[in-house]
């Protein structure tokens, strides 16, 4: 079956050491997309690629960093967590239609824990 | 500002029916999605509407009015495994899609 895979399911890590959340997609789409969710909120947009367009939303932190080597994959890296950082992490994409219909496909999502 | 909003929680009961609401404020419109969250796992896509009015698929159906700028998901003869949380995201006239927090659903037996 196609679809979106994250890994780790559940990450541990250390206040300020650097953290790698991968996803990968067999879907073919041309949007990945990195969301950020706490408990009991929407999630948040970090950044998202069109093909390789990287297009970053004005409030991510620098802390966090993206790479798409790939269509197929997508890395969200942070290079110094903070205990602010613990939150599930979702990848997502999308085939790109111009319309309004365009849904997102999400995968299983990281959940980190900074200690 | 561009604002969504939606009951943080609801209980109903087993076999029952339950509206949940979502009011929205964008800058534009193009087209609303409701999406079913459970805990501790991604979101799933439940619906999408753009035109005003009603879409049933199965249990679930969503409304629409855009001049309200309402929308609802009904969901009917709820089961245990409907527990969920219940997330409205419209897609604004840039594209972008701007997401509720949510509403937690809890279903009594």
């Known amino acids: 079956d196609a679809m979106v895979i994250q890994n780790p399911r559940y990450q541990v890590t250390q206040f300020g050491k650097p953290v790698t959340l991968s996803c990968s997609q067999t879907l073919n789409h041309n949007v990945m997309y990195w969301y950020q969710q706490k408990s009991s909120q929407a999630p948040k947009l970090l950044f998202h690629?069109?093909?390789?367009?990287?297009?970053n939303e004005a409030d991510t932190p620098d802390n966090f960093q993206s790479r798409r080597p790939n269509t197929s994959f997508c890395f969200l890296d942070i290079r110094s967590p903070g205990l602010g950082d613990a939150a599930m992490y979702l990848c997502a994409t999308s085939r790109k239609t111009g319309t309004g219909n365009e849904k997102l496909f999400f995968g299983s999502g990281t959940q980190l824990s900074v200690l | 500002g561009q604002n969504i909003d939606q009951p943080t929680e609801m209980t109903a009961t087993e076999g029952a029916i339950v509206q949940i609401n979502c009011t929205y404020q964008?800058?534009?419109?193009?087209?609303l999605f409701w999406y079913q969250q459970h805990a501790g796992e991604a979101p799933t896509f439940l619906s999408y509407n753009v035109l005003d009015g009603l879409e049933e698929k199965g249990r679930f159906s969503s409304f629409l009015s855009r001049s309200k700028g309402y929308s609802y998901l009904l969901l009917k003869e709820l089961q245990m495994k409907d527990s969920a949380s219940y997330l409205c995201?419209?897609?604004?006239?840039?594209?972008?899609?701007?997401w509720g927090a949510g509403t937690k659903l809890i279903i009594k037996p």
């Open positions: 995201a419209v897609r604004g006239g840039d594209y972008q899609l701007i």
């Open positions: 690629y069109y093909d390789k367009d990287f297009n």
């Open positions: 964008t800058s534009g419109f193009n087209g």
